[in-house]
Every structure is written in structure tokens, then in C-alpha cells.
């Protein structure tokens, strides 16, 4: 299927930071030829998930347009998103690409009722006039989320739970009626006893209401129950992509397989537990040549920190190892 067929198209993406000062500046490759789909025949979750420092939070903000790619192309409904110098067309992609960040209390103005911020929002995208419909408008994107108007109406963010203040700052995401929610760490900042309701909202969007979701995390367990399909990131490079269940169930790159024993077996039963946070490795992996993950593999080959590793087809899903392209 032809990039112009869908929703999002991220090919070779890479952003390089530079680090120190002066003649002694070091180059970061924080993401590093990203590749990835998602498609529009359907709505799906896709993950991006790692340890801190993985670069899954700059490969968002990228696509965002938060941060500006080295190089490489962000295809959105078949145009270049990065190549836009239009207002008009940087206008139509905000409104097609919404964020939920991680702490909703940076979401909103602290000084600002909740309330009115989202008004602002509706008056500022034309989503509906002023009057009775701007008000529908709210009441009817707040009741797809699980909150009434009466909860938020005159209160600061402050006056909020967590998980009321996460839910509305998916309702302010909701508002231009987005095709694709980008979701970095949404649950990360809730209280345990209401992180599964935020993950559900999620699933919900997709299933009802056919809003894809590029979901961002370093827990697995959540992962595992809310994605349709998975991409593990490792040091700015995505090692291993496809359906959750045979990524995740049967990992085949060693540094997933790595990631799956470091956390309990996942249980498409089980409703909820705790957080899992990923161990983190030591930062000299992102300037290691050849394979990042060369230093902990325990099959590694003398390819392997020379070179690296190509995208490998193997059993639906692609992987970046040495390993598997000499089958």
C-alpha cells in the first residue's frame, strides 16, 4: 500500500542533537532512521515502547512538529508534514494530530479556569460558534470522555483530580476532531487506582469513536492490553516492530526478549497492577558503533559492533539483527 494511503507514514526519520560546547561537541543521534505506518483503512493503537532515554518522546514531539528532524519525512494523509510552510496547512495538521502529554497539570494555564481554556479552544479552531452550540459542542466531547460539564465548569486544574484533569486534557485533544491522538506517557502521572480507566478512554476512542493512537510507554503490561501493534525502541532505533502478540509473547530481538524478562508474563485477563518501569543502561550505548545493543547480546557476532544492523522480515513482524539476516 502506497504512503498516500495512510494515515501516517514515518520514513528514515532521525533527529541529531548536538551535545557540549565549543570544539568538543559530541553528536546524540536521539532517534535514528525511524520507519513506521499506521494505517487509515482502520483506526489501530500503535506503540512505541523503551526505557527512558529510548527516544520515543523525541520521535513524537518530531511528528509533532515540537522539534524539527534532521531529516527524514513525516507523510500525514499524503503530505510531507515537515516540508509545510503554509499556515493554513500547519493549522489543518494541528488539528489532525493532537497531543495528550504526560503530566496534565502543564496541560493547562494555572490561572486559567478549565472551562474557559477549553471554550478558547473551541473559538479558536471554528469547531462551532458562539452560543448554545459552542456549549453542545463541549458537552457533548466531555461526555465521550466520562466527565460532565458541571465537573469542570469555574474550577482551576488545581481543583481537579489527576484523573479528571487527564481526562479533560483528552477532551481538549478531542476538540478538532483529530484522526490521530499521540499519547506520550498518559498514564504515568496518575494515580494507580485510575490509570486503567485512562487506558480504556484510549481503547474506547479507537473502538467507538475510530481515532487511531500512537501510544508512548515503558511499561509493557499496558502495552500489552491496549495495542494492536508495537515498536521497541532501544537507543533511538526501533529494533523490533509488529503485532503486539508475537512481539510481546515471542519476542524475537534479544533486547526484547531482555525487556520480557524483566517483567511479569503479560495476562490479557489480568485488569490491572502496578507500574513496571524498565531498568536503564548506561548512555554510551546511543555512540556504541554497529548494534546498541552489542555490549549485552548474548549472541552477538564480530558483525556486530562493526556494522549496523538492516531491517530483517521475519515471521510478520521487522527486526534490526545480524542474527536473523544470516538465516
Known sequence: MSNNNKLLAVENLTKIFAIGGGFSRDKLVAVNRACFEIGSANSEIFTLAGESGSGKTTLARTILGLIEPTYGSIIYKGKDVTKIKDKKERMWFRKEVQPVFQNPFETFNPLKKVDTYLYETIL?????????DTEQVLKNILNSVGLSLQEIEGRYPNELSGGQLQRTSVARALITNPSLLIADEPVSMVDASLRMSIVNLLKKLKEEYDVSVMYITHDLDTAYYISD????????????????????????????KLLKESV????????????IKLSTFEAEEFARVGCKFAGRCPSVMDVCGKQDPEDVLVDGRVIKCHFYKKK
Open 264 to 275: 511479569p508474563e503479560p495476562d490479557p485477563d489480568r485488569k490491572w497492577k502496578e507500574e
Open 124 to 132: 479558536n479552531y471554528d469547531v462551532a460558534n458562539k452560543g448554545r
Open 229 to 256: 501493534r508495537i515498536a521497541i525502541m532501544l537507543r533511538g532505533i526501533i529494533v523490533e516492530m509488529g503485532p503486539v502478540e508475537k512481539v510481546l509473547v515471542d519476542p524475537l530481538h534479544f533486547y526484547t
